[in-house]
Antibody, heavy 121, light 111 residues
Framework: EVQLLESGGGLVQPGGSLRLSCAAS????????MSWVRQAPGKGLEWVSV????????YYADSVKGRFTISRDNSKNTLYLQINSLRAEDTAVYYC??????????????WGQGSLVTVSS | QSVLTQPPSASGTPGQRVTISCSGS????????VYWYQHLPGTAPKLLIY???QRPSGVPARFSGSKSGTSASLAISGLRSEDEADYYC????????????FGTGTKVTVL
């Protein structure tokens, strides 16, 4: 059974940094692209970033480009999202999701339960 | 901001058919597959439809998807109380270098 478990969320001051992790199990991690999606309170889903299975290709939403960095450690079956220069509008539940191929295409399924990031002073 | 537009809400009584529309453009829906996700608050979003109209195993046949030009739709037939959730369409967008875009979301209420 595929399992994705996010961690690393919490309360952070504006301008601060945070690293989210997503521990994966139940599948050959390096063979699949992975993505981060977030949902701000009362808002819809917003795609954040995707990384290929090898880690060689990464893409970002314009809203986070330059501040967020997606990465993965295939030896640890773990996906990461480094978030810098946090803003109030980054407050959201962050979900990691498994892709369907090694490249950054297709759909995302399943998803983790999410990790809440709150940006506030 | 979302580039795929959905109605904010839809509703029906048990057993009815509900349809949700998703309007995009030539760079996303018009040239790529459409996906649909179901999201109940506090839970992980779930894939309902991939490849415009394909259902993953375990998704009931009363969920169906279609696409025409730059628009897509999700139909739920034989509406059930457990279908009350938020629904999102999604697609890759060729104009936004490697970006995946979600619709604005539709809240389905079972009356």
């Amino acid at each position: 059974e595929v399992q994705l478990l996010e961690s690393g969320g919490g309360l952070v001051q504006p301008g601060g940094s945070l690293r989210l992790s997503c521990a994966a199990s139940g599948f050959t991690f390096r063979s699949y692209a992975m993505s981060w999606v977030r949902q701000a309170p009362g808002k819809g889903l917003e795609w954040v970033s995707v990384i290929s299975g090898s880690g060689g290709s990464t893409y970002y939403a314009d809203s986070v480009k330059g501040r967020f960095t997606i990465s993965r450690d295939n030896s640890k079956n773990t996906l990461y999202l480094q978030i810098n220069s946090l803003r109030a509008e980054d407050t959201a539940v962050y979900y990691c999701a498994k892709g369907t191929t090694v490249t950054t295409e297709g759909w995302f399924d399943p998803w983790g339960q999410g990790s809440l990031v709150t940006v506030s002073s | 901001q979302s580039v795929l537009t959905q109605p904010p809400s839809a509703s029906g009584t048990p057993g009815q058919r509900v349809t949700i529309s998703c309007s995009g453009s030539s760079s996303n829906i018009g040239s790529n597959y459409v996906y649909w996700y179901q999201h109940l608050p506090g839970t992980a979003p779930k894939l309902l439809i991939y490849g415009n109209n394909q259902r993953p195993s375990g998704v009931p046949a009363r969920f169906s998807g279609s696409k025409s030009g730059t628009s897509a739709s999700l139909a739920i037939s034989g509406l059930r109380s457990e279908d009350e959730a938020d629904y999102y369409c999604a697609a890759w967008d060729d104009s936004l270098s490697g970006s995946y875009v979600f619709g604005t979301g539709t809240k389905v209420t079972v009356l």
